[in-house]
């Protein structure tokens, strides 16, 4: 997980103070207590986190369960809008991304992810049913890490997620 400023001046504050409130760091910070308290619980979760963005609860669902079964913490989303606003607030390690989505398409949100400094690095692997060789060089090329058609194994996603993770650990 990536550390953004707040993030890190929290964690300054906790080292130099070991119980500051919540107000006292949000004043510091000029933000709220109730995302203080955001941040330091997902600053106190140390496994990979992974974004799953798909409107189909079919897919999302069960994933969602295999990979918490493998120690991930998993985040999901059901749009492109919500997919955006939940990598930021997030920061998720990986992003598991369909193609087809209500509001903003896949490729949209892995274009808009990868032209962001703050997102850029956050690998992505598009998990659709467009299998074209058209629809995956246009996700490859936008910046996409891998791309898996549904339906597919399990056993094989996870050993793609693992791999882009090998592959993107700082």
Known sequence: MKLDD???????????????????????????????????????DTRTKILIVDDELDTLL???????????????AQDGAEALE??????P???LLDLMLPKINGFEVC??????EATSYIPIIMLTAKGETSDKIEGIEIGAD?????????????????????????
Not at 7 to 19: G, N, P, S, Y
Not at 147 to 170: G, M, Q, S
């Open 6 to 44: 707040n993030d890190r001046k929290i964690v300054e504050m906790l080292q130099k103070e070991a119980t500051p409130s919540y107000g006292a760091i949000a004043e510091q910070l000029g933000i709220t207590e109730s995302e203080v308290e955001e941040r330091i619980r997902r600053l106190s």
């Open 111 to 116: 274009q808009r992810l990868k032209q962001e």
């Open 86 to 91: 939940k990598v930021r607030a997030e920061i």
């Open 62 to 76: 069960p994933l969602k369960r295999a990979l918490e079964m493998e120690d991930f913490n998993v985040v999901e």
């Open 146 to 170: 891998d791309y898996v058609t549904k339906p597919f194994n399990l056993d094989e996603l996870k050993a793609r997620i693992k791999a882009v993770l090998r592959r993107t650990a700082p």
């Open 93 to 95: 390690d990986l992003v």
